[in-house]
């Protein structure tokens, strides 16, 4: 069991490592020496874990694809818009996630190893389709088609935003988002007991690291 621990966490510190080095350089220019380096692995651990550096992109974006943070609600439409709300306090903050958004983009990287739009889509068509089931959004709501178009939404405010001349708040902007769509989403009853606020990523994720035990150093 202690081997098998010590394997995860050696993979996730080699994925985190690699998404530092992609954000900052990209996929093309990114080099395993240079993962290797930051990781503080030995070349043995690198390639037991991933056979080639399409298989440590692929890893990125599979590890960023995820509800870490989103507690159980009263509301599933709730939970939906803390998926969501996270990851926008995430993304600008944690190289993980800018990695992943940075390769989803990049049409090169696309062509060699995909992207995770389908799984993001599934997920958060899945919160939806619960929430339809529970009677909280719209019945003539199609939940793939809605978590499609609010996955684009929100990756497209980013995108934009990072090229705008002005500095724009992440978490600010995609809470605008939301509440600009909850109207069309939503049924009234839930309309106001939705909360949709910039910084409820942040106290999410507070809450739940603040219970978390402090990761120990890995080897390679």
Do not use: C
């Amino acid at each position: 069991m202690a081997r098998q621990e010590r394997a995860i966490r050696t993979r996730r510190v080699i994925l985190e490592a690699a998404a530092a080095v992609f954000d900052e350089l990209g996929y093309e220019a990114a080099t395993i020496s240079e993962v290797l380096k930051q990781a503080g692995v030995t070349k043995g651990a690198f390639y037991f874990h991933f056979p080639s550096k399409e298989d440590l992109a692929r890893g990125v974006l599979e590890l960023a694809v995820t509800t870490e943070g989103v507690e159980p609600q009263g509301l599933m439409l709730q939970e939906s818009v803390d998926t969501m709300l996270i990851m926008a306090h995430r993304l600008p903050r944690e190289p993980l996630f800018s990695a992943a958004l940075r390769l989803s983009v990049d049409r090169n990287s696309q062509r060699v190893f995909g992207t995770r739009w389908p799984d993001w889509i599934e997920l958060l068509g899945g919160q939806l389709g619960e929430a339809k089931k529970r009677g909280e959004v719209h019945p003539y709501i199609d939940e793939t088609e809605t978590a499609r178009l609010l996955i684009a939404a929100w990756t497209g405010v980013q995108v934009v935003s990072e090229g705008l001349p002005d500095a724009y708040d992440l978490p600010t902007e995609v809470a605008r988002l939301l509440q600009l769509m909850r109207p069309s989403i939503a049924v009234p009853t839930v309309l106001s007991r939705l909360e949709i606020s910039p910084d409820r990523g942040a106290r999410l994720l507070a809450a739940m690291t603040s219970d978390r035990p402090e990761d120990f150093a890995v080897s390679g």
